[in-house]
């Protein structure tokens, strides 16, 4: 969700924040000011979310569990499976159920992001399962 560009943050960096800024960017394939924004917003919802870390994934930076492999979304979609039972949700992923109100927490300022992912996942499993039912029906069964 492209948000508009409407403030602007004046700061001076060291020399060597700069290099490894220019040289993250080339790496990921992006400016140097769409990376900082990126970087800056990252850690600003890490300092009002403990407990939340971003990772590269091949659909781009997405939330996750501390010390988990398990993203926000994953959380979201378990909770919701199991009708908002908070424990239920936490003994089924392996996690500690400040873990899952942490993604909640997350979640109640950032929805329509983690919306978007859960869809995003279903659409994938959904095209997966076709393409698995018309092998299943080119060998005959």
Same mark, same amino acid.
């Given at each position: 969700m492209a948000?508009?560009?409407?403030?602007?943050?004046?700061?001076?960096?060291?020399?060597?924040?700069?290099?490894?800024?220019?040289?993250?960017?080339?790496?990921?394939?992006?400016?140097?000011?769409?990376?900082a924004?990126?970087?800056?917003?990252?850690?600003?919802?890490?300092?009002k979310?403990?407990?939340?870390?971003?990772?590269?994934?091949?659909?781009?930076?997405?939330?996750?569990?501390?010390?988990?492999?398990?993203?926000?979304?994953?959380? =979201?979609?378990? /909770?919701?499976?199991?009708?908002?039972?908070? *424990?239920?949700? +936490?003994?089924? &992923?392996?996690? @500690?159920?400040?873990?899952?109100?942490?993604?909640?927490?997350?979640?109640?300022?950032?929805?329509?992001? =983690?919306?978007? /992912?859960?869809?995003?996942?279903?659409?994938? *499993?959904?095209? +997966?399962?076709? &393409?698995?039912? @018309?092998?299943?029906?080119?060998?005959?069964?």
């Amino acid at each position: 969700m492209a948000e508009a560009l409407n403030a602007r943050v004046n700061v001076r960096i060291p020399q060597r924040v700069k290099d490894d800024l220019a040289a993250v960017s080339r790496r990921r394939n992006l400016e140097e000011s769409e990376l900082a924004r990126s970087l800056l917003d990252e850690a600003l919802r890490r300092e009002k979310h403990p407990g939340i870390v971003f990772r590269s994934t091949p659909a781009g930076r997405e939330a996750a569990i501390e010390g988990r492999r398990l993203y926000v979304w994953q959380v =979201i979609e378990t /909770l919701r499976s199991s009708d908002g039972d908070t *424990a239920q949700a +936490a003994d089924f &992923l392996g996690l @500690r159920p400040e873990h899952v109100h942490a993604a909640l927490d997350y979640y109640a300022e950032y929805g329509p992001e =983690i919306d978007m /992912l859960i869809a995003l996942n279903q659409q994938d *499993a959904d095209r +997966a399962r076709h &393409l698995w039912e @018309r092998q299943q029906q080119a060998l005959g069964r």
